[in-house]
């Protein structure tokens, strides 16, 4: 096998983790969505900025469940402020969009078929019955009152508004999704500070995250049984004990400590609204360390080693060279998916960072079958009849595991 490109890769991936680590150390991050000067960008008709996206479950009172507006401040550029005087009442207006998911057609329309605009245009407004130069919005077909639409005005020749304190309770489980749109063109190069809390009833934690909790303890419970059993078999044979049964402990210890560190981390986010990114670094480092032995351990096993060979020989540098460029890539992945992350939709960076893992996966799986092969061709030639046995049941259990897998990373795609 020709192992030139992973010297490449394990260089490029050095790079990439990091410039991605000193860029988001640079930044606050927090459960609380914090806007920083964010400019607006142009979609269509009008300048918008993504506020969020979460999964919010329901409370009936309103008050456990919400989404919360502090200090939202909007400055336009002294040009846009220059054009109107400093008596003139409402000189620019910035509307704040909440919907749900399954109202997400109800923001926007489109004149005579043609392209959806966000903002009424003259034509939508005789179609539509929308004010011209605001958001178009229609009731939602189970609450009139939703999508949520708040606005905020400018007031003669101020480079700045503020948006008031304001609380919008969630009294429908969904996937909720905030916007700060402006219609005006000449509103154009504006940007935003201030910060929004969503809150679930029983905490901060995400829709999509919330359930992870929980089963962040039962991980760790079944960690432990897992550990208690492999102890005592250790104990119970430990003069018999293998190099490669000490790196089954490590991998068994690094599952263990990762996952209470898992549930740890998101017992703080749901109770804090703080997601600290060292904390989640360390984390999502134990956890790259941890796939990458793992899959190291499978690797050697299906070579022989301890079985049919002492050592790996020349393939030592080979196979450390393999774990140390799934471990970067791994760990750029989790980095990005994970690391300051409070939205509920993934970033488009993890379509790209996980083709690499997905790759070095592939050609693990192609190797490990490889040398499994061989291996079992060896155990053969030596009528080695009780280790070929374990070896083939190995083989049946490593290929189950396989198809498993191909067959969930077809449900998540």
């Excluded at 150390?25 to 918008?48: C, E």
């Excluded at 910035?94 to 959806?116: H, K, L, M, P, T």
Aim: charged share 15%.
């Amino acid at each position: 096998m020709d192992f030139s490109f992973l010297h490449k890769t394990t260089s490029i991936l050095i790079l990439a983790l990091i410039s991605f680590l000193f860029l988001l150390f640079q930044a606050s991050n927090a459960s609380i969505h914090t806007y920083d000067n964010n400019p607006f960008r142009d979609v269509g008709n009008s300048a918008l900025l993504p506020g969020g996206s979460e999964g919010l479950a329901a409370s009936l009172d309103g008050a456990r469940s919400f989404i919360r507006f502090e200090n939202v401040t909007f400055w336009r550029t002294k040009a846009a402020a220059d054009e109107h005087s400093e008596m003139e009442h409402s000189t620019g207006l910035v509307q704040v969009v909440i919907f749900e998911a399954a109202d997400r057609n109800n923001i926007g329309g489109s004149a005579y078929g043609g392209q959806r605009s966000i903002c009424c245009t003259p034509d939508l407004a005789k179609l539509e019955g929308c004010k011209q130069g605001e958001v178009i919005r229609m009731p939602s077909a189970t609450d009139i009152n939703w999508p949520i639409v708040l606005n905020v005005q400018f007031s003669g020749n101020y480079l700045s508004t503020k948006m008031d304190n304001v609380d919008v309770p969630i009294t429908k489980t969904g996937m909720y999704n905030l916007f700060f749109i402006a219609c005006d063109p000449k509103l154009k190069g504006l940007v935003m500070s201030g910060k929004t809390i969503w809150k679930n009833p029983n905490g901060y934690l995400p829709g999509r995250m919330a359930p992870l909790m929980n089963f962040y303890v039962y991980m760790s419970l079944a960690y432990v049984v897992l550990s208690v059993i492999w102890f005592i078999q250790y104990v119970r044979y430990w003069k018999d004990i293998l190099q490669l049964q000490h790196c089954i402990t490590a991998v068994i210890t690094l599952g263990l400590f990762e996952m209470i560190l898992w549930f740890s981390e998101y017992a703080n986010f749901n109770n804090t609204g703080i997601r600290p990114v060292v904390i989640t670094t360390w984390v999502v480092t134990v956890g790259a360390v941890r796939k990458s032995l793992t899959r190291l351990l499978i690797l050697c096993v299906s070579m022989g080693y301890g079985v049919v060979r002492p050592t790996l020989g020349g393939l030592t540098s080979k196979v450390l060279l393999l774990g140390a460029t799934y471990f970067l890539a791994s760990e750029l992945l989790d980095i990005t998916e994970f690391v300051g992350t409070i939205s509920d939709i993934s970033g488009r960076a993890r379509l790209f960072l996980v083709l690499p893992v997905a790759f070095l996966d592939a050609f693990l799986i192609l190797w490990i079958f490889t040398s499994l092969s061989k291996t079992l061709e060896q155990l053969q030639a030596k009528r080695s009849s009780i280790k070929l046995d374990i070896y083939r049941k190995f083989s049946n259990a490593l290929a189950v595991t396989v198809i498993a897998s191909v067959i969930w990373i077809a449900y998540e795609v």
